[in-house]
């Protein structure tokens, strides 16, 4: 009942930031923990972040924790990555995810999927 879609990747340089947004569709967007998974090449996805249906709860990978944040526009259908002090390493496919409880996000098993959008970071 939920349809996701990312935009905002694109290169940067090292250092730099970028913001991602995830909009989404449905009557009951607002009801659905929200975050983010990533995936390098040659690397399994992993998780980057979290947030819950209310906004109330964040949570992070240690690999980004300080350095991103994440928000919801319930308004709106649409929750967004702030990106700060880019590295190399952060070079990946990030993905929006959606689920009805908050640890199918965290464990990659999310009830939606986007479909992807690019970011590069050089060096």
């Known amino acids: 009942q939920v349809q996701l879609v990312e935009s905002g990747g694109g290169l940067v340089q090292a250092g730099g930031s970028l913001r991602l947004s995830c909009q989404g569709s449905?009557?009951?967007?607002?009801?659905?923990?929200m975050g983010w998974f990533r995936q390098a090449p040659g690397k399994e996805r992993e998780f980057v972040a979290l947030?819950?249906?209310?906004?109330?709860?964040?949570n992070f990978a240690d690999s980004v924790k300080g350095r991103f944040t994440i928000s919801r526009d319930n308004a709106k259908n649409t929750v967004y990555l702030q990106m700060n002090s880019l590295k190399p390493e952060d070079t990946a496919v990030y993905y929006c995810?959606?689920?009805?409880?908050?640890?199918?996000?965290?464990?990659?098993?999310?009830?939606?999927w986007g479909q992807g959008t690019q970011v590069t970071v050089s060096s």
């Open positions: 947030i819950s249906w209310s906004g109330g709860a964040t």
């Open positions: 449905g009557r009951t967007f607002s009801s659905y923990a």
């Open positions: 995810l959606a689920a009805q409880k908050s640890y199918l996000v965290i464990g990659g098993t999310p009830d939606y």
